[in-house]
């Protein structure tokens, strides 16, 4: 009789928490089990993502520039040039006010993407090493925090995850200058500590910050190393100190580890060294065969561990649907680059460029005159109001090669 009670206590106290709408329910934070990902309801996770390239971070051939400038400090510099310092200044704050918006987020998930990977300059973060007052130390920028944390609102509204990814690191991590932003001037991340030390600082203040954010996916610790170091020691050394780094604030969050090489190459980069680790690879201009990922496979099988593909796309719409197809039917997720950029169908969007712009660029490459100030000032402006989604071209061809049924 007395199992009895507590039995019909029990069931009424369940029907109470229910009825009041008090569920339990499980954490949506992504965790590593195997070779795969899994969310908090122990599903199998197939990542469905788009890189917002462009943004914080500008390559100069999204913006038809490349024949015009290296890289984004030197198409900054022009900028400046023609329109002053504090006028250069108010086209970025357009840029990054207007490019990626709610808007933009609640159409990726409309579309069907369940993830975002966001580029990151660090100079939207913290100093640089030579800019700091008191070596050694961090200054922190707000701006870079506030794009992220507005940006992550709208993932969390639309229940996606954003996985943040260091594209440009202090110093820069390659010899590649557009995506790194990389001056070659100054020493790269790899031969200053001061550089290796503010990166391994800047990830465990990212960490730190958002250690309780469900909906981030996770750390893309460095974007596409493309530098000549022996059997990747550097990469590995650094690898293992930002992952001591993070796990100090943070025991939850997957950590993306990329190859050199352009994210290829993992020599001296296994085992995992990490219970909560994805590796991820890129893929761009190779067939759409099992044999351009096999050794991916392989490195799956041998050491248990998940593989994402990080970063493809700058093809046709049927190559597009090839990968997207050899990628799933192997239950490897992926991310498409890129969201928006001038000129090109490839991109999801395409940004309508704006009259009198090639006269800009025509005189960067010292083929025009110089347009005046309140010319450029127009034009400028201009661009960054085109760079909102409701001013773009929508290329449904990609969102169809990406997304149709196979």
């Not at 980069?269 to 392989?298: C, G, R």
């Amino acid at each position: 009789m007395r199992i009895l009670c507590k039995s019909i206590l029990a069931i009424a106290a369940a029907t109470l928490i229910i009825a009041s709408g008090c569920t339990v329910k499980s954490d949506n934070f992504l965790r590593v089990k195997g070779r795969e990902i899994y969310n908090g309801n122990n599903e199998s996770v197939i990542l469905k993502g788009i890189g917002l390239g462009g943004w914080m971070l500008q390559e100069p051939y999204m913006l038809l520039l490349s024949e015009a400038a290296g890289r984004q400090t030197e198409i900054k510099a022009k900028i400046s040039d023609l329109i002053g310092e504090k006028n250069c200044d108010r086209f970025y704050d357009s840029w990054l006010r207007n490019m990626i918006t709610e808007r933009d987020i609640d159409s990726l998930k409309k579309w069907g993407f369940n993830s975002i990977r966001l580029p990151m300059h660090y100079n939207l973060f913290t100093l640089s090493a030579e800019q700091e007052p008191v070596p050694g130390q961090n200054t922190w920028l707000n701006t870079g925090f506030d794009l992220t944390d507005s940006l992550l609102t709208w993932c969390r509204k639309n229940k996606m995850y954003l996985i943040l990814d260091l594209h440009a690191a202090p110093g820069g991590q390659g010899n590649d200058k557009p995506i790194a932003d990389v001056d070659t001037l100054k020493p790269k991340l790899w031969e200053s500590e001061a550089n290796l030390a503010k990166t391994v600082a800047l990830w465990k203040k990212i960490a730190g910050k958002y250690s309780k954010e469900e909906w981030i996916g996770g750390y893309d610790i460095l974007n596409e190393t493309n530098y000549k170091m022996n059997g990747n020691e550097p990469l590995k050394k650094l690898f293992l100190n930002i992952t001591s780094e993070i796990r100090k604030v943070d025991q939850r969050h997957i950590i993306f580890i990329e190859g050199n090489q352009f994210a290829n190459d993992y020599t001296g980069l296994l085992p995992p060294w990490d219970s909560k680790m994805v590796y991820s690879f890129h893929k761009y201009w190779n067939p759409a065969t099992m044999e351009t990922i096999q050794k991916y496979l392989d490195i799956r099988q041998k050491y248990t561990v998940p593989f994402w593909m990080g970063e493809s796309g700058e093809n046709t719409n049927e190559w597009f649907k090839s990968v997207v197809n050899l990628l799933e039917s192997n239950n490897i997720g992926w991310c498409w680059w890129t969201i928006k950029k001038l000129g090109s169908e490839s991109s999801l969007m395409t940004v309508k460029t704006p009259e009198g712009y090639q006269k800009i660029v025509d005189f960067w490459k010292g083929k025009g005159e110089r347009p005046t100030s309140e010319e450029a000032q127009k034009v400028l402006s201009q661009l960054a109001e085109n760079a909102k989604i409701e001013n773009c071209t929508i290329n449904y061809g990609v969102l169809n090669a990406l997304f149709s049924k196979r």
